[in-house]
């Protein structure tokens, strides 16, 4: 896979033991949904499902998306100054599933194997004691989608209209009526569930939301041109 050239501010991501591997099998749509999430905290952002994983302390968090039911879980570290480590992806078991509740949570690191190797990062040890698969600096690369590009586009708009929604203090009702969507779609909009939203469409938002977009056309200075977003 081609290498991302990492953005001032973004964060390279890898992957402990059978993280990646374990993503992958978890249903489309929580995929996406979650590389858009470990895709925000590369650049330093925190998505709405986010919270601290009990009892490991500060700087390890996971994601919770739910899906026809069943919810999936992924966790992740920033206790790392210079990478972003995921650490697990599993759907949540019932209490009486294989997964034992622990510390008031619902799930434990996993024993054996992929728990092993994750141990070093899981309880905060040195980096190099845990096998680790380096990502290209895109999760979206990682993961395969072949709209990487894409995606990572639509993170950063969507990440600008999501702040500037915060810095406006609008509800939800307020924000579908300043965008001129239902509040359904700002909900899915604030939750990085950007599968329904064109490049065009968030563009909009953003002009709406009293944002300037300047877009410049330059020579490629490489085999592929790309697109870059930059917000100021």
């Known amino acids: 896979m081609a290498r991302h050239r990492l953005e001032t501010g973004e964060k390279p991501l890898h992957w402990i033991g059978s993280a990646k591997r374990d993503l992958l099998a978890l249903p489309a749509p929580v995929v996406s949904t979650l590389g858009y999430a470990l895709g925000l905290a590369q650049y330093g952002g925190m998505h709405p499902s986010a919270k601290t994983w009990k ?31 995921v650490l697990h992806a ?11 509740a622990r510390r008031g949570d619902d799930c434990a690191p996993p024993q054996g194997g992929a728990g092993r190797l994750s141990a070093a990062l899981w309880r905060g040890r040195n980096v190099r004691m845990a096998k680790v698969t380096r ?28 702040e500037a929604l915060s810095e ?14 239902n509040q ?12 329904g939203f064109s490049v065009e469409r968030l563009l909009g938002f953003l002009t709406a939301l009293g944002r300037d977009i300047d877009i410049v056309v ?5 085999a592929r041109g790309r697109i870059a977003v930059l917000a100021a």
């Open 90 to 100: 599993f759907q949540k078991k019932s209490p009486q599933g294989i997964v034992a």
């Open 168 to 181: 406006r203090g609008l509800t939800q009702a307020a924000a579908a009526a300043v965008l001129g969507v």
């Open 218 to 222: 330059k020579r490629r200075t490489r």
């Open 184 to 195: 359904p779609k700002v909900s899915a909009l604030t939750h990085y569930r950007l599968d």
């Open 135 to 162: 990502g290209t600096g895109d999760v979206f690369t990682d993961l395969g989608f072949r709209d990487a590009p894409e995606r990572r586009t639509k993170l950063k708009l969507a990440k600008a209209i999501n």
């Open 55 to 85: 009892g490991e302390g500060p700087g390890v968090f996971e994601l919770v998306e739910d899906d026809q039911g069943n919810t999936y879980r992924a966790v992740y570290t920033v206790r790392f100054a210079r990478a972003i480590y």
